[in-house]
T-cell receptor
Framework: GQQVMQIPQYQHVQEGEDFTTYCNSSTTLSNIQWYKQRPGGHPVFLIQLVKSGEVKKQKRLTFQFGEAKKNSSLHITATQTTDVGTYFCGPDSGYALNFGKGTSLLVTP | EAGVVQSPRYKIIEKKQPVAFWCNPISGHNTLYWYLQNLGQGPELLIRYENEEAVDDSQLPKDRFSAERLKGVDSTLKIQPAELGDSAVYLC??????????FGAGTRLSVL
């Protein structure tokens, strides 16, 4: 499977600021998944997006799947220190996509 | 419901020694994955099983790594002999078909 490009690789924000990470693929995906890994922990599933243009929300987290199903984003509104961790996109259910390198988020109070 | 169980949590060995990791997936999950995760990197797939069949082992270094899932449930990943560069976290995950992957806590391997 191919690996997606995730940007940024690192992000440091003040608590209360917003945060966005982007996941870009050169090929069309069947779907995409997002995972969060806390420092010292293991990846935990957050959400799966399937439909073109799909938008899903989980409290302060908003996930989007691009119209062409080649990119996705995760937006966190008003970050909290509990949001600290690395956010990964991938893989898709066709196993065509490996995990990206992730975006590491640091939130300072 | 119990999650994916991995053991040991930590392992320290000297180079050239063998080491084995064990994974018990979530009950009913027919797909099992072994990943390697280096510090600051995403999980890299080593091998994927569907039931007892290894359907994707293209990234498994077969000269020193081996894996088995004899009855389509538990799985073991072995390294023999271990090298310094094998120090990493080895993650096991399981899923029901091509669905959400649930990860175990991982085994942190240190090769000295």
């Amino acid at each position: 499977g191919q690996q997606v490009m995730q940007i940024p690789q690192y992000q440091h924000v003040q608590e209360g600021e917003d945060f966005t990470t982007y996941c870009n693929s050169s090929t069309t995906l069947s779907n995409i998944q997002w995972y969060k890994q806390r420092p010292g922990g293991h990846p935990v599933f957050l959400i799966q997006l399937v439909k073109s243009g799909e938008v899903k929300k989980q409290k302060r987290l908003t996930f989007q799947f691009g119209e062409a199903k080649k990119n996705s984003s995760l937006h966190i509104t008003a970050t909290q220190t509990t949001d600290v961790g690395t956010y990964f996109c991938g893989p898709d259910s066709g196993y065509a996509l490996n995990f990206g390198k992730g975006t590491s988020l640091l939130v300072t109070p | 419901e119990a999650g994916v169980v991995q053991s040991p949590r930590y392992k320290i060995i000297e180079k050239k020694q063998p080491v084995a990791f064990w994974c018990n997936p979530i009950s009913g999950h027919n797909t099992l994955y072994w990943y390697l995760q280096n510090l600051g990197q995403g999980p890299e797939l080593l091998i994927r099983y569907e039931n007892e069949e290894a359907v994707d082992d293209s990234q498994l270094p077969k000269d020193r790594f081996s894996a088995e899932r004899l009855k389509g449930v538990d799985s073991t990943l072995k390294i023999q002999p271990a090298e310094l560069g094998d120090s990493a976290v080895y993650l096991c995950a399981s899923s029901f078909g091509k669905n959400i992957q649930y990860f175990g806590a991982g085994t942190r391997l240190s090769v000295l």
